[in-house]
């Protein structure tokens, strides 16, 4: 699996200014990458990019290896004409039903299946979204700030259980949490502003499999070295 | 719901009769004019249930003709939904032909079907046919991303799917417009049995008009505001019931 971008520009239209200038890189392997940046630097809009770059042969992205892309992102919504237990049975495919019930258990759903998606709070809503994108076919999925709002202990029995229950899938995760995304993923693609003419660059992160003892120095190195990217 | 309808229409009612009443106090008008309360009530009395029975007949059409507007602004409305050229061409077309007042057109309605059944449905159905378009082609041809997104991204949007969205994330909206047709379609049977009709409550306020007899118009609006406020406050009522079983906002405390 390889994710290669190289020398990618992005403008929206009727904009002059560029939203994304000169990206290069390249993410190589299944696991948990990470896009990384400050508020209004382009992630979204990368995502989106990526997300879609099949319907726009002129962009520079290169895949190999993966088929299906997938994006979520944490404003989505589950229709509200039924429970949300009810969504979760219909787009589940029949293959997949053992797992659909271990990742309600493991993302701590199994008490509000009966409940309407708008009766759910902001945290539960996101763990519900993800979970649908979880049980559909795809070998790259964008996770757009998909756990925003999920406890930190909570977030991090997901990733870790996603990470090993989906080993052979290609993630790429979107987060403001530097530390989990210097803990959790692999490479980080660390995001710089167009105008601030400094190239974005991939920092390698710490890629926990387990909840261990934090390795302090390990992990500060990295913090500060994506710090020091933008 | 239905009862708030009612007392409002009742208070209004009351507040245009007193100063109905005092306009011909102040100008000292004889009844010919403008009737005493005496003469109003007595012929309340007498007429209420022709009247009655006149608003129910004119009532029926228009709820067939709202029926009919109903199902045809979400047929064309569907259609219209696309950004295609074909939806693009339905909207504009739509948004033009509402600009015209088609009421104006009640005398070629006439001429061509006659005064009966036929030609009071049609312009009942058409006066409330385009308001109602319009919204229903406003909201379906505004995605809902947050929740088509999934359906689209997974390959599994489908166009009843895509419908049932945009109307269920728009039930406050639809539900509203819908009930406010109502007085159109209403508005719209009475302006047919003004112009030609042989039936109706506008057919008898006609006569009343022809006779100066001001309390049996009276009487008529009176029948009429009742009548319409029950059925309004009718459908207010279903569209909440429906709002509160299907509605995307019905939040509330779960655990």
């Known amino acids: 699996m390889r994710l290669e971008c190289s020398g990618l520009n992005f403008a929206y239209p009727e904009s002059e200014t560029m939203v994304i200038q000169d990206l290069w890189f390249a993410m190589d392997g299944p696991g948990f990458h990470a896009v990384f940046g400050p508020s209004g630097v382009g992630k979204t809009s990368f995502a989106k990019l990526l997300a879609n770059y099949r319907d726009r042969p002129e962009l520079p992205i290169q895949t190999s290896g993966i088929g299906t892309i997938l994006y979520s992102y944490n404003l989505e919504r589950l229709p509200g004409w039924s429970s949300t237990g009810r969504h979760l049975d219909r787009i589940c495919p029949a293959d997949r039903q053992d797992l659909k019930k271990e990742l309600i258990d493991i993302f701590q759903l199994g008490p509000v299946l009966g409940a309407r998606f708008s009766q759910l709070s902001m945290g539960q809503q996101n763990r519900m979204n993800l979970i649908r994108y979880l049980l559909q076919d795809f070998d790259l999925l964008i996770l757009d700030e998909s756990l925003a709002n999920v406890d930190e202990k909570l977030r991090q029995a997901i990733l870790l259980a996603v990470k090993e229950l989906f080993s052979h899938k290609m993630f790429l995760y979107i987060s403001h949490n530097l530390m989990e995304v210097a803990r959790f993923c692999k490479d980080i693609l660390v995001l710089t502003e167009p105008s601030r003419e400094k190239p974005s660059k991939i920092v390698s992160g710490q890629d926990d499999t387990r909840i261990s003892v934090l390795e302090k120095p390990s992990l500060d190195r990295i913090m500060l070295e994506v710090m020091s990217a933008f | ?255």
């Open chain 2, 1 to 255: 719901m239905l009862f708030r309808r009612i007392y409002q229409f009742m208070i209004v009612y009351a507040v245009f009769l007193a100063i109905l009443l005092v306009v011909k106090k102040g100008l000292s008008l004889s009844d010919y004019v403008i009737p005493g309360l005496s003469l109003i009530l007595e012929t309340a009395v007498q007429m209420s249930a022709g009247f009655f029975t006149d608003v129910m007949d004119t009532l029926s059409v228009a709820i067939l003709g709202q029926g009919i507007s109903i199902f045809l602004a979400f047929f064309v409305g569907i259609l219209g939904r696309k950004s295609s050229w074909a939806g693009s061409m339905i909207r504009v077309t739509a948004y033009n032909i509402q600009a015209y007042p088609i009421v104006a057109l009640a005398p070629i309605i006439f001429i061509l079907l006659g005064d009966g059944f036929l030609s009071r449905l049609l312009i009942a159905a058409m006066i409330c046919y385009f308001p109602l378009l319009l919204s229903v082609l406003g909201v379906m041809a505004a995605p809902v991303e947050d929740i088509e997104h999934f359906y689209i991204a997974t390959g599994r949007m489908r166009w009843q799917l895509e419908v049932k969205i945009r109307a269920f994330e728009n039930l406050s909206k639809l539900t509203t417009v819908i009930a406010g047709s109502a007085t159109l379609a209403m508005a719209g049977t009475i302006v047919a049995e003004f112009i030609a009709a042989n039936a109706g409550i506008g057919y008898s306020i006609r006569i009343a008009l022809y006779q100066s007899d001001l309390a049996a118009i009276l009487t008529a609006l009176f029948m009429i505001g009742i009548v319409i406020s029950v059925y309004q406050g009718i459908l207010e009522t279903l569209g909440e019931m429906v709002k509160a079983k299907w509605g995307s906002e019905n939040k509330g405390v779960l655990l």
